[in-house]
């Protein structure tokens, strides 16, 4: 249609038109159509996109504007093929219609609309008041795209016919714009989409199958899985109860191994402390010695006095006579004392020598059970395989001849029907030889028993064999704990005669009768020289 109402601008009211883009539009494409290239620029200026701004400025002058906008079907139809909701399109489209005849209603006579296909495939005929305001300078029309209409240009017919506010909107722009000849769809065109139409719902129904069998195909895997698991856990926990006595028996060993080795560091930090003991009094020793050899250097001083002063006067030897008495009951006391320490010094060697006695016996014995103990657990373990190797035999034999039994019994009948005249004979010899079946039965039955109770006696016995090392293991606990105690009674015992033998050392009759004890030495080595 064309605007029939509206005069057509003069070529004097044409001067400089604005060109404007609403969204959706391609501007370089209409660039190509105005120009012949995007990049060319009109004489009057490029097509720009579309702002508020820019219009309002066209129309407070006296230029014209030209407005490209794109249809609501062909809105529609682009932004159902972007996914876009129909709702949304709609709206958005509805907005910019309504600018677009707010605009052409404020400035009539200068406002001219243009859809954008009329633009760009329009004949310079169809597009006069276009080409006016340009003064002739108009492209040659694009090529129309060789395309057939598919499903979405339906749709969007069908939305915009649900909207009657939009509709009337779309109408009332189709009125007010430059008309073009706009072909309808043809017959090959429709008969195209509706080739695409059955082929997409020949394509819909093969994926609904495709989709039926997945899930048919899905559900028996689900239950073949389901199987397995079944049989996994069943396998799992027949796997786990078959090594529950073997990872028992392991966990034992390994405990009594950590406290065997428990013991044996406990052990040796008591022999460590031992040797720090030892080292202590051999130190304590050459303490006494070096004090002694000190003693005997100042005795042999003061023997060298007493010989420079043997001329002296008479109550000096009066005096000489009371402190050799003296000396004599001193000396007598210093010999008690070195008794008792030299009896002290016997036992402390006497409770060493006690002790890494026990230290030995106790690793050999410890030794010898744990080496009894190991091999008692493996002969145990042998006789544990054996017997399940025995059971499984046997239950295979079991197996097997009450198979051969019900064979037998199977062909005994068949013989009793085909021969029911002259074998009674035969069906003796079957019954005996079911007989002697059963007999056997019974006897491989009572010979799994007897493994079976052998099984629980080995069971038993390696039980007991777990017992009787832990109760080892707390005698020699014990042992080891009467040789710290002693240990330590030794420590206290040598602690006291260190203090003993300091006290004397340090006390005031001790280093009165220092002098007295020199002179006797003194005294005994010249009469020992005598």
Sequence with gaps: MSPSADKAPTPQEAVRPRILCMDGVDTDLCNRRLTGAPDQPLPEGRADRFSEAAAQAVLGGTGHLVLVYRNA????????????????????WKETGSGLLALRRQARRRVLLIEESALLHGTEAELAPLVTLLDGSLAAPLAAPDETPDILALVAIQALAADAQTQAIDMELEASSIATGEQPWSLEQIDAMTRNLHGLETEVTRLRTQQEDAAGTLATLTAERDLLMDQLSELHAEVQGQAGAAEALKQQLAKAEGQTREQEKALAEATARTTAARAERARQMEAVTAERDLLQAHIAQLKEEWQGQASATAAQAAERDLLLEHLAEVQAEARLRDQ?????TRKVTDLDAALKAAQTTGQAQRQALTEEMTAKLQAARADTAKAETELTRVAAKLATLQRESAQQQQ?????????????????????????EATQENARLTAELASLTAQKLHHAAHA????????????HWGDILAQAEQRELALHQGL????????????????RITEPLRAANT??????KGN
């Excluded at 039980?463 to 707390?474: G, H, I, N, P, T």
Aim: charged share 25%.
């Design 73 to 92: 079907v062909r809105s529609l139809q682009a932004g159902l093929r972007a996914q876009h909701p129909a709702a949304g399109i709609l709206a958005a």
């Design 340 to 344: 008792d320490l030299a009896q002290a």
């Design 411 to 435: 062909a005994s009948s068949d013989e009793m029907v085909r021969s029911k005249q002259g074998a009674q004979g035969a069906v003796d010899a079957a019954r005996k030889e079911a007989a």
């Design 463 to 474: 039980a007991r064999l777990a017992r009787e090392l832990d109760s080892a293991k707390e």
């Design 495 to 510: 602690e006291n005669l260190t203090q003993e033998y300091s006290r004397l050392i340090a006390s005031r009759s001790w």
């Design 522 to 527: 003194l005294l005994g080595r010249r009469n």
